[in-house]
């Protein structure tokens, strides 16, 4: 299942002209139309909520139910000088039409053009947006603005706070919510005070997401190298821990090349710059105020690597000369 998402679209009663197209016969309260010139037209599913707007006003929130797709044609009109398609009627000037460069003509060019058409239904569950919300709210919740897009994606929770809770609305976001695709439960209050319910379970999302990713990678270096520390040779499961040579949020690498298997205190020496890998030779280096708390005997030991190849030498080097800024006499502090 593909996770839920949520957009801004603009409408107006009747048609709409937009990009040389004549236009769509929305429904603001229960449908909207669209085809496949529109950006983002292939990005709406059913499930995603809606905020419906005007130029001047937000009409309504829904829930898409479903989304019809067919086959039609449309006219295009186009600039007969330059045949550009961002035209516009003149209200008070002539010749009534003008292009975005400045040519000005009675007529436009009528070009007719098949194109995939879709129907999103929400009518069911369109509620009214009253005074709730402006358009200038829904501005600020746009995930990518652009002036030129008809659909566009929002982050909803930014829009919570305007909502308020207990509304009919709020129960739409709160069922948006739960419908948020992740692995398997995990403990949260996704109702706390104060707390934003669609950003807690984003949240719950990152961190299975991450704990399984962990998983996977603590997995592979097992494989790889026995279900062991590298350096002390502790056997003990739960002490034993994947640790990253280059940090995963800055490399989003979970390659068995960017990883050790380290006991759970020298994981933390690693993570803190205060024991190294030699890149060339693999042996284990301490900064010297360890050498007095037990850490003595490990000093030159080399990285049991399980007649593999062992981790990347790149990363190792990297993380090497941040070992060595540690050291002292190459510190500033």
Request: net charge positive.
């Amino acid at each position: 299942m593909n996770a839920r998402r949520a957009w801004s679209l603009l409408t107006v009663e009747g048609t709409r002209q937009y990009g040389g197209n004549t236009g769509y016969d929305d429904d603001p309260s229960s449908v909207y139309r669209y085809d496949s010139d529109v950006a983002n037209h292939l990005q709406m599913q059913a499930g995603d909520v809606v905020i419906i707007r005007s130029k001047a006003n937000v009409i309504g929130v829904a829930e898409i139910e479903t989304i019809e797709k067919g086959v039609g044609h449309k006219d295009r009109l186009r600039c007969p000088r330059c045949r550009a398609t961002n035209i516009k009627r003149r209200a008070r000037k002539l010749p009534a039409w003008s292009c975005k460069f400045g040519h000005a003509f009675d007529e436009p060019l009528n070009e007719p053009v098949e194109v995939t058409t879709f129907a999103a239904h929400y009518g069911a569950t369109f509620i009214p947006a009253g005074n709730t919300i402006s358009v200038g709210h829904l501005h600020e919740a746009v995930l990518r603005p652009s002036d030129q897009m008809s659909i566009k994606e929002i982050d909803l929770a930014k829009l919570e706070p305007v909502f308020g809770s207990g509304s009919a609305i709020d129960a739409l976001i709160r069922r948006f919510a739960k419908r948020l695709v992740v692995p398997e439960e995990a403990d949260t209050d996704p109702a706390g005070a104060g707390v934003s319910i669609i950003e807690a379970r984003r949240r719950v999302m990152r961190e299975i997401a991450m704990r399984r990713g962990q998983a996977r990678f603590r997995a592979r270096l097992i494989r790889r190298y026995g279900a062991q520390c590298q350096i002390s040779g502790c056997r003990f499961p739960g002490l034993v821990e994947a640790a990253h040579i280059l940090a995963y949020s800055a490399s989003e690498d979970n390659s068995v090349g960017n990883g050790v298997l380290l006991r759970s205190d020298l994981h933390t020496l690693f993570d803190l710059g205060l024991l190294g890998i030699d890149p060339a030779s693999l042996r284990v280096a301490f900064h010297p105020a360890l050498q007095s708390a037990g850490y003595a005997e490990f000093e030159g030991r080399v990285l049991f690597v399980n007649s593999s190849g062992g981790p990347s030498r790149k990363a190792l080097a990297e993380r090497w000369q941040f070992f060595n800024e540690h050291l002292p006499g190459t510190s500033d502090t």
